[in-house]
């Protein structure tokens, strides 16, 4: 339930008026404010836990892709070191 207050809140009044209906009620006072700000708290924390499991895979995509280029040109040395025994030129692109 929610209460509406035309000028300053009076919590007390209200707190003793549902005490006279339903004395076992929880009443607990919470303003638009608190309400935003809690909720602006939990969606911090969410964006914060989706950054770093962007960091992450970014880190993870980094060193995938190094390891693929690295591999490559490894394999690529070999080739190219065979290529240059048999005299043939650097800038040449096909094996006689």
């Not at 892709?65 to 040109?73: D, Q």
């Not at 048999?86 to 040449?92: D, E, H, K």
């Amino acid at each position: 339930m929610a209460i509406r207050f035309q000028g300053p809140a009076r919590p007390q009044a209200v707190r003793a008026a549902i005490r006279e209906v339903d004395p076992d009620l929880m009443i607990i006072s919470l303003s638009l404010q608190g309400w935003i700000d809690g909720f602006t708290t939990i969606l911090w924390n969410v964006v914060s836990f989706v950054l770093l499991l962007g960091l992450i895979a970014t880190a993870l995509a980094t060193a995938g892709i190094y390891g693929a280029v690295s591999f490559a040109a490894s394999e690529r040395t070999r080739d190219m070191s065979i290529r240059v025994a048999l005299t043939a030129a650097r800038t040449s692109t096909s094996v006689r």
